[in-house]
């Protein structure tokens, strides 16, 4: 069975500077996709980052970019120029067929 | 473009009272239907997942179930809530293998 980890429960960082959030997942699947989604305090599920394993260039979305070591099974996700609005939890996700696998998520607080 | 409606937004149920949740979506046909449940401050467990109209699968055992009685309609249910069933609840869909998931905005069930 595909698991993710998050090995950071919290993480703090100061607004405008960089961070970087882990995830490792373990699979034996060749084909799949990763996900990053951000959880606010509202608790709403907003994606803000995929990638696809096929691809070795990493997804960046505005401040948002990831580092995918695919031998390494490693999907972190680095967030440029914090801003307070970027304080939230974050999970990332597996998929290789119909269903996500989650992580336990990382929750990041922005100082400012 | 595809939402996804989800009510209600909170509920508070006695123990052993009967539930029902209920996710609609809107823009898209023959969705993969899910619901999850996440504990506070915790990752999301996945109950319930549907790839059309009258087929469920669960992935944990549980005092809940779910049906699909409509292409686009999927519903959490209950004959006699546990205390151990307050949560946070999420129903969520998807189409194609890789796309991400695009969630509801949630159900806060306390049980009292």
């Known amino acids: 069975a595909q698991t993710v980890t998050q090995s950071q429960p919290e993480m703090s960082v100061q607004e405008a500077e960089t961070v970087t959030l882990s995830c490792t997942y373990d699979?034996?699947?060749?084909?799949?996709?990763l996900f990053w989604y951000k959880q606010p305090p509202s608790r709403q599920m907003i994606l803000v980052i995929r990638q696809e394993a096929y691809k070795q260039q990493n997804a960046t979305e505005n401040r948002f970019s990831v580092n995918f070591q695919k031998a390494a099974k490693s999907f972190s996700l680095k967030i440029s120029d914090s801003q307070l609005g970027d304080a939230a939890m974050y999970f990332c996700a597996y998929n290789a067929g119909n269903m996500l696998t989650f992580g336990g998520g990382t929750r990041l607080m922005v100082k400012p | 473009s595809q939402t996804i409606h989800q009510w209600p937004a909170t509920l508070v149920q006695p123990v052993g009272s009967p539930l029902s949740l209920e996710c609609t979506v809107e823009?898209?046909?023959?969705?993969?239907l899910y619901w999850y449940r996440q504990a506070a401050g915790r990752g999301l467990q996945l109950l319930f997942y549907s790839v059309g109209i009258g087929q469920i699968s669960s992935e944990v055992p549980q005092n809940l179930s779910a049906s699909r009685p409509q292409d686009r309609q999927f519903i959490l249910s209950s004959k006699k809530l546990l205390l151990s069933d307050s949560g946070f609840y999420l129903c969520?869909?998807?189409?194609?293998?890789?796309?991400?998931?695009?969630f509801g905005d949630g159900t806060r069930l306390s049980i009292l």
């Open positions: 823009g898209t046909s023959n969705p993969n």
């Open positions: 699979t034996s699947e060749s084909d799949y996709y």
């Open positions: 969520a869909w998807g189409d194609t293998r890789g796309q991400p998931q695009h």
